[in-house]
Every structure is written in C-alpha cells, then in structure tokens.
C-alpha cells in the first residue's frame, strides 16, 4: 500500500496544527533570509540611493524597503550587525520625495531602533526626534504611526529623545491629541511615550492647566478587556500624579472633579497599578500591511 500524497496528508491535518507549521515555516524563513539576503539589501539601499534626495531606482528602492520591514520583524544577530547602518541609511532616505519611500524608511526605523541601542544613538545623532514630530503632526496614518512607533522607541532608552520632545512641546499637546485616536495601538505608544516625558522634571506642572487627568482616566478606565493602552495611560497618570499631587487635589485644582467616582475609583486602581507593576514596555505591534491602495511589498506575512 502507497503512504498518502502530501496533498491528502495536509487536508487530513488538524487546521490549528497546520497553522502551526506553516507560521514556523514563515518564521524560519525570515531568519534563513535576513541572514542571508540582509547584507545585499542593504547594499542595494545604497544603488537604489543617493545622497541629495535623489531615487536612481523608486520602484526598486519601495521593494527592498518591503522585504527588509518583513525581514526586522524576527529579531537576529545579523539585524544587530547591521542596525548601525541600515539606520544611516533610514535616516538619509526620510528627506526622500517620495512619500512611500518615506513611509517605508520610517516603519524600517520603527523595528531597528527598539533591539539595538548603537542605532539609536546614531539616530539621535541625525536629529530623529526633531524629523518624527514633524511627520507625526503632517504624515498619512500610516507614516505617523511608524513614526510615533519610532519616537516610542527614543524615549525608551534615552533621556535625551524625551527632553527634546519636552522642549519642542512642552504640554506634550500631540500626544494628548493622540491619546483620542480609535486606534488602540496609537494611544497605547501615545500614553507611554507621555508617560516617559513626565521623567523630565517640570513636565507634569507643565500640564497643570490641560485636561490630561480627564483623558488619561478615560482611556485607563475603559470597561473593556485590559490592554496595553489601558496600562501604559496607568502607570503615566500614577506618574503624573507622584509628581505633581496637585493635578487631583479637590483643594488646587477642582476643575479635575468633574466625576468624583472616577477619581476615587479609577485612579486609585492606576495607582495601585503603577506602584505595583514594572513600567510597561512599548506598545509596537507588527503592523506593516499598508492600505489596499498602496503597492504590494509590506506584510505581516511572508
């Protein structure tokens, strides 16, 4: 008797094993290419790319962008040695004309800078916090998210990308815009990085005469199944309170009193939260499909 052609063998497989095997197979296939086809992508950054905002070869540059968006999501020691200059090149092609190109450098950005800290320091160098607030206020959604994605990861691991955000902003106003988004990813990077800016000192009396009480308590006590968004909006209202004691005294500041039982619920339950718990990391899903419109070349998948 014949053993069973593998097309009869993978229609009798459990659908859950299957997927199992085929997302292992995805992400073998990622580590397999990003060891082997990350260095000749990053030359081909440099063909495709030349200094003075000028695109030799568009179509070809969107792909290898693509590939190598795909490629960071599974994190490797090529990746790490090569961070260093794959954000060089990252760094040169957001001057780039061409918004997709854009798009694209900025979400490479958003997956290198979070796993090597030497890419984030040359980052700072190239003033990446100054170019990410001007694509998160003027951006499409898609080019804002990853860029808020990428200041997500400055302020992370360096004070400096906090205190300039703080100095170009200093009631932190797109973030407590942000913080209203639909999108719970958005407002889940919104509240950490504000929660990382009210490290700065200053910053929380800066917000004295804003309503960021009132919209951080609406996102933190949302009656929904707890999110990162729900944490992140926690621990920087426990942040912003220990700061300034005054942002919830009925006594200074009454105007914050507009639901009693939401301060004397809520907060308390984000207070004991934030004492509790170990600050939240960041809130970067692996979003990379673009809008129908857009060309193919960005996925989740491989």
């Known amino acids: 008797m014949r053993p069973p052609s593998?097309?009869?063998?993978?229609?009798?497989?459990?659908?859950?094993?299957?997927?199992?095997?085929?997302?292992?197979?995805?992400?073998?296939?990622?580590?397999?290419?990003?060891?082997?086809?990350?260095?000749?992508?990053t030359q081909l950054l440099d063909e495709c790319w030349v200094e003075g905002k000028i695109?030799?070869?568009?179509?070809?540059?969107?792909?290898?962008?693509?590939?190598?968006?795909?490629?960071?999501?599974?994190?490797?020691?090529?990746?790490?040695?090569?961070?260093e200059e794959i954000t060089q090149k990252c760094m040169s092609l957001v001057n780039s004309k061409e918004g997709r190109i854009v798009t694209r450098a900025i979400g490479l950005l958003s997956h290198i800078l979070p796993v090597s800290l030497v890419a984030l320091e040359e980052a700072m160098k190239q003033g990446v916090v100054k170019k990410m607030i001007k694509f998160l206020k003027t951006g499409e959604e898609a080019t804002s998210g990853y860029a808020l994605k990428t200041l997500a990861a400055c302020v992370r691991n360096s004070r400096q990308a906090q205190e300039q955000?703080?100095?170009?902003?200093?009631?932190?106003?797109?973030?407590?815009?942000?913080?209203?988004?639909?999108?719970?990813?958005?407002?889940?990077?919104?509240?950490?990085?504000?929660?990382?800016?009210?490290?700065?000192?200053?910053?929380?009396?800066?917000?004295?005469?804003?309503?960021?009480?009132?919209?951080?308590?609406?996102?933190?006590g949302r009656e929904a199944e707890k999110?990162?968004?729900q944490e992140n909006a926690a621990i920087a209202l426990g942040k912003l309170c220990n700061a300034d004691a005054r942002q919830v005294s009925p006594q200074d500041h009454a105007e914050y009193l507009w639901a009693p039982e939401l301060v004397e619920g809520t907060l308390s339950k984000t207070l004991r939260l934030y004492n509790k718990r170990e600050e939240g990391g960041l809130n970067i899903q692996a979003q990379c499909r673009?809008?129908?419109?857009?060309?193919?070349?960005?996925s989740s998948e491989m």
């Open 290 to 298: 673009e809008d129908a419109s857009s060309p193919p070349g960005i």
């Open 55 to 83: 695109t030799r070869y568009p179509k070809c540059l969107h792909a290898v962008l693509g590939l190598m968006m795909n490629l960071s999501l599974q994190h490797s020691l090529v990746i790490q040695e090569f961070a």
């Open 165 to 220: 955000i703080v100095k170009s902003d200093k009631k932190c106003s797109t973030f407590l815009k942000l913080l209203r988004s639909q999108n719970d990813v958005v407002v889940g990077n919104a509240a950490f990085c504000l929660g990382k800016c009210l490290e700065v000192p200053g910053m929380a009396t800066n917000l004295l005469d804003t309503n960021v009480v009132k919209i951080l308590l609406k996102v933190a």
């Open 227 to 229: 999110t990162q968004a």
């Open 6 to 41: 593998p097309s009869v063998v993978s229609q009798d497989l459990n659908p859950k094993i299957h997927s199992c095997f085929a997302n292992r197979f995805k992400i073998q296939c990622r580590i397999k290419l990003s060891t082997e086809a990350l260095p000749l992508f």
